[in-house]
């Protein structure tokens, strides 16, 4: 069957294994980086549990970065 290209997903960031990762519980991941995606901006790369690399569109990021308000102590 034909796979369509999809486009990084918004959260919950579902990994292969089975676990699923909210934008909350991303910032607890172990970090790997973060590269350029032309127009997409910046792709932030961490690593889930199992050990694969999962990735997140850095835009998606900024706010909880930003305005941590209730989410972060
Ligand atoms: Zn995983």
Known sequence: M???KLPIPAWP???RCGEVW???EW???PPVG????GADGWIELRTCVCGATLAVA???LAPLE????????
């Open 58 to 60: 850095a835009s998606d």
């Open 2 to 4: 034909d796979a369509p």
């Open 13 to 15: 960031k579902a990994c």
């Open 27 to 29: 910032p607890e991941l």
């Open 22 to 24: 909210s934008r909350s």
């Open 34 to 37: 973060r590269y350029l995606a």
């Open 66 to 73: 930003v305005c941590p308000s209730g989410i972060v102590s």
